[in-house]
Structure formats: structure tokens, C-alpha cells
């Protein structure tokens, strides 16, 4: 009876260090760290676009008051009065009206100059755009390590014999940049039809 007893705890001792746990422990973690690998892309990909549609956007409305300004005082200055003309009222009501409107377009500019972010918006992406790749880079470092973590277990003396006998283990493979370009982030353009 104590013989089987010893062979029963014996048996459990060797089985506990075959990997029965550790084999799926260390697969399910380097499934999971490539799932937020995958998740970090999804992200980039909903996020960038996005982020580059409303830089462009408040970039646009600024450009707006920014050429209205300009062409307003582009009109004023085609609008002269000499000193003839000062006995001409229409040509008077001219000027006024060509001063007026670099006026308004001026009071519009101050009125907007608080809503103006273009800057800001631009720092902002480049944020985001930063932040995005570094979350990218650490979720690939984490599944490489925890690809590691895996490959090394079902390699290695006890959980080898487990990993083998009850799982069939294959060894995983770490994140590569196999697409050519892979190495380089996404460009952000503003130009024409971007």
C-alpha cells in the first residue's frame, strides 16, 4: 500500500514537471501578446486616418479666413484715391468699402484666432503618431519575449517530454518584418487628394 502511495506522489511529481500547465500556460500567453500585437495595428489603422481628416479639416477652415484676409487686403490696395479724387464720392465709397472689408475680415480672423489649432492639431498627431508606434513596438517586443518564453519551455528538460507526449508542441515564431517597407511607418501627407 505505501509502495503505491509512494509511485501515486511519484508519478504526480513527474507528470506536474512534464509541462502538463506550463506548456499551454506559456502557448496561451504568446497567443494573447499577438492578439494585442494585432490590436495596436487595428488601432493605428482606426485611429491615424481619422487624426489626419480633422488636421486636415481645421488646417482647411484656417486656410479659409487666412485667404480671405489676404485677398481683402489685396482688394484694398487696387482701390486708390488720389487727391483729385477727393471731391468724388463714389470713388470714396470705393475705399471705404474696400477698407471695410479688410476690417471684417480682420474682426473675423481675431473672432476665429481662438478656434485657430492648426499647430496644436498638428502636435497632436505627431503624438499620436508617436505614441501609436511605440505601442506597436512594445506589443511586438512583448510576443517576441513571450514567444521566447514558449519556445524555451517546450524545449527544455521536463516540460519538453509534456510538450511533446501530450501536446505536440511546435516551436512559435516571433514577429518579423517580412513585407518590404514593414520597417517604416505609414507617411502622413496633406497634400492634394491625401
Do not use: H
Amino acid at each position: 500500500m505505501k509502495l503505491r502511495l509512494v509511485a501515486a506522489m511519484a508519478g504526480a511529481v513527474l507528470l506536474s514537471a512534464c509541462g502538463l500547465n506550463s506548456v499551454p500556460t506559456a502557448e496561451e500567453n504568446a497567443k494573447a501578446k499577438w492578439a494585442e500585437v494585432q490590436n495596436q495595428y487595428q488601432r493605428r489603422a482606426d485611429l491615424i486616418p481619422n487624426l489626419v481628416s480633422t488636421v486636415k479639416a481645421a488646417g482647411a477652415q484656417e486656410k479659409a479666413i487666412l485667404v480671405e484676409v489676404t485677398q481683402a487686403r489685396a482688394a484694398a490696395t487696387q482701390v486708390k484715391v488720389s487727391d483729385a479724387d477727393l471731391t468724388d464720392p463714389a470713388k470714396l465709397q470705393a475705399y471705404e468699402r474696400a477698407q471695410a472689408g479688410v476690417t471684417l475680415s480682420l474682426q473675423r480672423l481675431q473672432e476665429a484666432y481662438p478656434e485657430l489649432k492648426s499647430q496644436a492639431n498638428y502636435a497632436t498627431l505627431m503624438t499620436q503618431l508617436e505614441g501609436t508606434e511605440n505601442r506597436i513596438g512594445i506589443s511586438r517586443r512583448d510576443y517576441n519575449e513571450a514567444v521566447q518564453g514558449y519556445n524555451t519551455t517546450i524545449r527544455t528538460f521536463p516540460d519538453a517530454i509534456g510538450a511533446k507526449i501530450f501536446y505536440g508542441a511546435k516551436p512559435m515564431v516571433p514577429f518579423q518584418a517580412t513585407t518590404p517597407g514593414a520597417d517604416t511607418a505609414p507617411k502622413v501627407e496633406f497634400g492634394n487628394g491625401s
